[in-house]
């Protein structure tokens, strides 16, 4: 099992540019999530999804869309890329509400 | 006052030392606890989870004292490889989807 694998691992956009950051995990877990991690900040949600076709906001939604297609990808879209959006992505997966969350490598994301 | 505290460190210990952390939480109705480890640029993994009757895996001891809303890791004689960021994570009580809130996390640096 290759796990949680996102790409791109690296990205520099303009502002206003859009792009899209992948995530596909092949362990068949139904729940995905999208977080993002800043300096002296913890971990914050994005959007997560509790299946395909079920997705919802997190803490922290503005600038950012997702969809769930099926099962094993779960892509995030920044529709007008920002400064503020310079940050680390973390795609997660995990079987069940309750378990723990196992995270793909990061995509580091730079807004000039 | 943030939902999951941590001192952020460093914590600068030599080789074969005791070292523990704390955490506190806010959210009084928070079931489950995790303290994650993160290597420098790498993705969170799992360290372990945290149960109410305390727990061990090796030389790692993690408590949980609900009264004071506080969770614990213990590192006993610590290696160089223990040289990481430790996150305490609590689950943020939902109906669905589990939202776990992250700590910014504690440094810890093992030196020879």
């Known amino acids: 099992n290759a796990g949680v694998t996102q790409t791109p691992k690296f990205q520099v956009l303009k502002t206003g540019q859009s792009m899209t950051l992948q995530c596909a995990q092949d362990?068949?877990?139904?729940?995905m999530s999208w977080y993002r991690q800043d300096p002296g900040m913890g971990l914050r949600l994005i959007h997560y999804?509790?299946?395909?076709?079920?997705?919802d906001q997190g803490e922290v939604p503005n600038g950012y869309n997702v969809s769930r297609s099926t099962t094993e990808d779960f892509p995030l879209r920044l529709l007008s890329a920002a400064p503020s959006q310079t940050s680390v992505y973390f795609c997660a997966s995990s079987p069940d509400r309750v378990r723990v969350q196992y995270f793909g490598p990061g995509t580091r994301l730079t807004v000039t | 006052r943030k939902e999951v505290e941590q001192d952020p460190g460093p914590f600068n210990v030599p080789e074969g030392a005791t070292v523990a952390f704390n955490c506190t939480y806010s959210n009084s109705a928070s079931q489950s606890f995790f303290w994650y480890r993160q290597d420098c640029r790498k993705e969170p993994k799992l360290l372990m989870s945290v149960y109410s009757s305390g727990n061990e895996d090796g030389r790692f001891t993690a408590q949980l004292n609900r009264a004071s809303q506080y969770i614990s890791l213990l590192i006993r004689d610590s290696k160089l490889s223990d040289s990481a960021t430790y996150l305490c994570?609590?689950?943020?009580?939902?109906?669905?989807?589990?939202?776990?809130?992250f700590g910014t996390g504690t440094r810890l640096l093992v030196s020879p």
């Open positions: 994570v609590v689950n943020r009580p939902l109906t669905g989807f589990q939202k776990l809130v």
């Open positions: 362990m068949n877990h139904e729940y």
């Open positions: 999804s509790v299946g395909a076709g079920i997705t």
